[in-house]
């Protein structure tokens, strides 16, 4: 993306709203008085909810006064975590884990439905603007490859049809509840495994 797009996107004001600014002072109540610039990751966290999944310049300036410390360390927080999105990515984010255990599983599947059903490129917003997506690495359930995670929850065990129920959903807004598209509770097996005591099933 240019960065003169970049720039048209960013607003020209940011600030928490009330219900924040209350979750901002249980936040602090964390860290010592002294140390108020340790709560800048979670203060990110909160910006970036609250702007519909990506932080603006005007979030980290804002952050930057709260804290009390240079905007520029700020900043440097923002860009070296990936789980921070400092473009717009949608009212819905996509990441497909490609890692080996879901690459085995079909990711590959998953991602070609992501650029017929999103946009062809990673980070590129859909046409009505709602969705994007991106590969990532290794988001820890390997166990129900592949998945993928769209915002906070998890979709797992999918396969071509249920993914695409789920692109489709989100394009419409109003997004399939997450879960185990294989019916598993957690990464349990598929069906009752037989408890064993002494060679016998207890």
């Given at each position: 993306?240019?960065?003169?797009?970049?720039?048209?996107?960013?607003?020209?004001f940011?600030?928490?709203?009330?219900?924040?600014?209350?979750?901002?002072?249980?936040?602090?109540k964390?860290y010592?008085e002294?140390?108020?610039?340790?709560?800048?990751m979670?203060?990110?966290?909160?910006?970036?909810?609250q702007?519909?999944?990506?932080?603006?310049l005007?979030a980290?300036?804002?952050?930057?006064?709260?804290?009390?410390?240079?905007?520029?360390?700020v900043y440097?927080?923002?860009?070296?975590?990936?789980?921070?999105?400092l473009?717009?990515?949608?009212?819905?984010?996509?990441?497909?884990?490609?890692?080996?255990?879901?690459l085995?599983?079909?990711?590959?599947?998953?991602?070609k439905?992501?650029k017929?059903?999103?946009s062809?490129?990673?980070?590129?917003l859909?046409e009505?603007?709602?969705?994007?997506?991106?590969?990532?690495?290794?988001l820890?359930?390997?166990?129900n490859?592949?998945?993928?995670?769209?915002?906070?929850?998890?979709?797992?065990?999918?396969?071509?049809?249920n993914?695409?129920?789920?692109?489709?959903?989100?394009?419409?807004?109003?997004?399939?509840?997450?879960k185990?598209?294989?019916?598993?509770?957690?990464?349990?097996?598929?069906?009752?495994?037989?408890?064993?005591n002494?060679?016998?099933?207890?």
């Amino acid at each position: 993306m240019s960065l003169k797009k970049i720039h048209d996107q960013q607003p020209e004001f940011f600030e928490f709203t009330k219900e924040n600014k209350e979750t901002a002072k249980g936040i602090l109540k964390k860290y010592p008085e002294n140390r108020k610039k340790s709560a800048v990751m979670p203060f990110l966290y909160l910006a970036q909810r609250q702007n519909k999944n990506w932080i603006p310049l005007t979030a980290m300036k804002y952050i930057a006064k709260y804290l009390e410390m240079p905007y520029i360390k700020v900043y440097e927080v923002a860009t070296f975590y990936t789980m921070y999105n400092l473009t717009p990515v949608g009212k819905y984010f996509v990441q497909v884990c490609t890692t080996s255990p879901c690459l085995i599983r079909g990711a590959d599947k998953l991602v070609k439905i992501c650029k017929e059903k999103i946009s062809k490129d990673e980070n590129t917003l859909s046409e009505n603007k709602l969705c994007s997506w991106l590969e990532v690495e290794c988001l820890g359930a390997c166990v129900n490859a592949p998945m993928m995670q769209i915002n906070n929850d998890y979709y797992e065990d999918l396969d071509e049809k249920n993914t695409i129920e789920i692109l489709n959903s989100l394009l419409a807004d109003k997004p399939i509840k997450p879960k185990s598209f294989r019916n598993r509770t957690s990464s349990a097996p598929e069906k009752d495994i037989p408890i064993l005591n002494g060679g016998k099933n207890a």
